[in-house]
């Protein structure tokens, strides 16, 4: 519980061993309060704006995150007053708490997704575009400037821009605004292969897949662009700049090889590959592992 500031998940307890007497004994002498459906927190555990935010996402459990104000809020976003409790779930998913804004989205991405003060939290980049509709244009600057001083990388905000499509929580005009003015020479409509692809495939309406995950095949560490591990579906983006060198042309080839041998279906793409070659190919990889 002290990883959890005092709070404690009902299932967690019975994970962990305790029966349901157990867990009641605790509750009915008060060394366990109520917090949320299904989540207790500690007697003499101080309240906190952060043991809110957590219960409201024990209580939903799953891969749900804090957003928005919230995400805010545990980044220390300046100008921020009275943040409410918001979390972001999966799509199918819809979660009914007192007190909770909930937003439903498709569209969560791996790099979209942090741990701040041990709670599950949209990142810093992901903050600021879902912001973007929420303040002035100056506070959003003023957000977006004391985030790279405390270490926040433009492009990772321009990155996070770029795979998500329009939507009436965000104004993707006003991130490359702010954005030009903080990189010389910037681009809004140049984006790197990884996130083009990203887009391409959720605009499709196909499940995003994770990002840069890594994997144990033949005795080695392979690290694949876009997977979907469960239907052992590799995405690989070959941007001409990577294969520079001999060596590193020569171990992309080993690592597809041994994915290959491992069961993996490999899909590879270029900068030249378009949208209809990356959605076919990989809605053909589904029907093909699916109908196997």
Same mark, same amino acid.
């Given at each position: 519980?002290?990883?959890? /500031? =005092? +709070?404690?998940?009902?299932?967690?307890? &019975?994970?962990? $061993?305790?029966?349901?007497?157990?867990?009641? @004994? !605790?509750?009915?002498?008060?060394?366990?309060?109520?917090?949320?459906?299904?989540?207790?927190?500690?007697?003499?555990?101080?309240?906190?704006?952060?043991?809110?935010?957590?219960?409201?996402?024990?209580?939903?459990?799953?891969?749900?995150?804090?957003?928005?104000?919230?995400?805010?809020?545990?980044?220390?976003?300046?100008?921020?007053?009275?943040?409410?409790?918001?979390?972001?779930?999966?799509?199918?998913?819809?979660?009914?708490?007192?007190?909770?804004?909930?937003?439903?989205?498709?569209?969560?991405?791996?790099?979209?997704?942090?741990?701040?003060?041990?709670?599950?939290?949209?990142?810093?980049?992901?903050?600021?575009?879902?912001?973007?509709?929420?303040?002035?244009?100056?506070?959003?600057?003023?957000?977006?400037?004391?985030?790279?001083? /405390? =270490? +926040?990388?433009?492009?990772?905000?321009? &990155?996070?821009? $770029?795979?998500?499509?329009?939507?009436?929580? @965000? !104004?993707?005009?006003?991130?490359?605004?702010?954005?030009?003015?903080?990189?010389?020479?910037?681009?809004?409509?140049?984006?790197?292969?990884?996130?083009?692809?990203?887009?391409?495939?959720?605009?499709?309406?196909?499940?995003?897949?994770?990002?840069?995950?890594?994997?144990?095949?033949?005795?080695?560490?392979?690290?694949?662009?876009?997977?979907?591990?469960?239907?052992?579906?590799?995405?690989?983006?070959?941007?001409?700049?990577?294969?520079?060198?001999?060596?590193?042309?020569?171990?992309?080839?080993?690592?597809?090889?041994?994915?290959?041998?491992?069961?993996?279906?490999?899909?590879?793409?270029?900068?030249?590959?378009?949208?209809?070659?990356?959605?076919?190919?990989?809605?053909?990889?589904?029907?093909?592992?699916?109908?196997?």
């Amino acid at each position: 519980m002290e990883r959890q /500031h =005092g +709070l404690v998940a009902h299932r967690q307890a &019975r994970a962990a $061993g305790m029966s349901e007497g157990q867990i009641r @004994r !605790r509750l009915r002498t008060r060394q366990w309060l109520p917090a949320r459906p299904g989540v207790y927190a500690a007697a003499g555990c101080p309240p906190s704006y952060e043991q809110a935010v957590l219960a409201a996402i024990l209580s939903v459990g799953g891969s749900v995150i804090a957003s928005h104000e919230a995400a805010a809020a545990l980044w220390n976003f300046v100008g921020l007053r009275e943040p409410r409790i918001e979390v972001s779930t999966d799509l199918p998913r819809v979660v009914r708490l007192e007190g909770v804004v909930a937003h439903r989205s498709s569209l969560l991405f791996d790099e979209d997704r942090a741990v701040r003060r041990l709670i599950p939290s949209a990142s810093r980049a992901r903050a600021i575009v879902d912001m973007s509709a929420r303040v002035p244009v100056n506070t959003l600057g003023q957000m977006l400037d004391d985030q790279i001083r /405390h =270490g +926040l990388h433009v492009a990772a905000v321009h &990155r996070c821009i $770029g795979r998500l499509p329009p939507a009436p929580g @965000r !104004r993707p005009s006003v991130i490359h605004a702010l954005l030009a003015t903080r990189l010389n020479g910037y681009d809004p409509g140049d984006s790197d292969l990884e996130t083009r692809v990203l887009r391409w495939i959720v605009t499709a309406g196909l499940m995003p897949p994770r990002q840069q995950l890594r994997v144990r095949v033949a005795g080695r560490t392979c690290k694949i662009d876009l997977a979907y591990p469960e239907l052992k579906i590799a995405i690989e983006l070959d941007g001409w700049d990577v294969h520079r060198t001999r060596s590193a042309f020569d171990d992309d080839r080993a690592r597809a090889n041994a994915l290959v041998l491992a069961g993996w279906i490999v899909l590879r793409f270029t900068s030249r590959s378009t949208v209809e070659d990356v959605v076919d190919a990989i809605r053909a990889a589904f029907v093909q592992r699916l109908a196997a």
